[in-house]
């Protein structure tokens, strides 16, 4: 399995790209739920992919960028701040993800000889979280954004995530998994920035997440209709996350709307950076900090991804795509 993505996937690359910079993923209470052991994770403890990798008997991915990794199960790209588009100068965005997978993917041929490596490679799954980025940062930089210059965004931004998947389906690529976009405009840390209501969410955002995740689902189709063999899963994570900050009890919650970590009126900033409060039980939290989830939340979504049925996970769940040949 070889894992792209931002900040909700990666398991600690961004440390090995600037040891300088202060990343507070890196420092309590990120970890907390891992024996206080921080990973660089934006979490208390695992992340989705870690959880996928469990569930498909691999080990746990290790970041690409940590000295002498062993990539026999994969490796992985994700880099809090990424983007599909270049937008953070000290994160790794899907250019360079992709670019390192062929590094991997030369050395897998070298080391095992063209024919086994062309096997790995095709039977591999290649999981992504991509874009939620993207939007922060537009809607941030442009509120007033005119309904087309949206769409042309997100046209863009699917634009250099199709080219990526070209990319490695020419590679040798097949099976691809997605996570699509949260509906970010509903995030402890967008209430707080627009000062809401707990039951408002900003409406741009959540507007960009839309289109996106309808461009993305007919960017698939159409790849899988141009390209043999190109098999594709899509993880509602719009949906599936808005129901749970909606009704966090129906899913074991106590709380949906306010992070387990942080300062502010929704604890939406700033975990990790004293004074900031901290609950006692991130298991009763859907968010550990403003933006992303904690671990309990974390293998829910896990599960859904794995074996989700047709309205959650499709055309085919994480658990299928591996099955296939």
């Not at 634009?159 to 590679?171: F, H, M, P, R, W």
């Not at 604890?267 to 992303?292: A, I, M, Q, W």
């Not at 499709?314 to 296939?324: A, C, G, K, R, S």
Request: hydrophobic share 35%; aromatic share 12%.
């Amino acid at each position: 399995m070889f894992v792209f993505g931002d900040s909700l996937f990666d398991p600690g690359n961004n440390i090995y790209l600037d040891p300088t910079e202060h990343i507070p993923s890196y420092f309590y209470p990120y970890g907390m739920s891992l024996k206080n052991h921080s990973t660089g994770r934006f979490s208390d403890g695992l992340v989705v992919p870690d959880y996928i990798a469990l569930s498909a008997k691999l080990h746990i991915i290790p970041p690409f960028l940590k000295p002498n990794s062993n990539f026999v199960d994969g490796a992985s790209f994700a880099s809090a701040g990424a983007g599909a588009l270049e937008i953070h100068a000290n994160a790794m965005n899907l250019k360079m993800q992709i670019t390192n997978l062929m590094r991997v993917l030369k050395s897998m041929t070298e080391n095992l000889g063209h024919r086994e490596a062309r096997n790995l490679i095709k039977g591999s799954v290649y999981l992504f979280s991509l874009g939620g980025d993207d939007y922060f940062n537009f809607a941030t930089n442009y509120p007033n954004a005119t309904d087309v210059e949206m769409e042309n965004f997100v046209s863009l931004v699917i634009g250099n995530l199709t080219k990526g998947l070209k990319d490695i389906y020419a590679a040798g690529g097949r099976k691809f998994a997605f996570q699509n976009v949260a509906p970010i405009g509903c995030l402890p840390m967008m209430k707080q920035t627009y000062n809401l209501k707990p039951s408002q969410c900003a409406q741009k955002p959540l507007q960009l997440a839309r289109e996106h995740n309808n461009a993305l689902s007919n960017a698939l189709e159409k790849l899988e209709s141009n390209l043999k063999g190109f098999k594709y899963s899509i993880f509602d994570y719009f949906t599936e996350i808005g129901n749970m900050i909606d009704n966090p009890s129906k899913y074991g919650f106590k709380v949906g709307k306010v992070a387990c970590c942080g300062s502010g009126a929704y604890r939406g900033s700033d975990c990790g950076t004293e004074p900031y409060e901290l609950c006692k039980n991130p298991n009763e939290y859907v968010f550990f900090d403003g933006g992303h989830t904690t671990q309990h939340t974390n293998f829910r979504l896990s599960q859904l991804m794995w074996s989700g049925k047709a309205n959650v996970t499709w055309p085919y769940n994480v658990h299928q795509l591996f099955q296939l040949p």
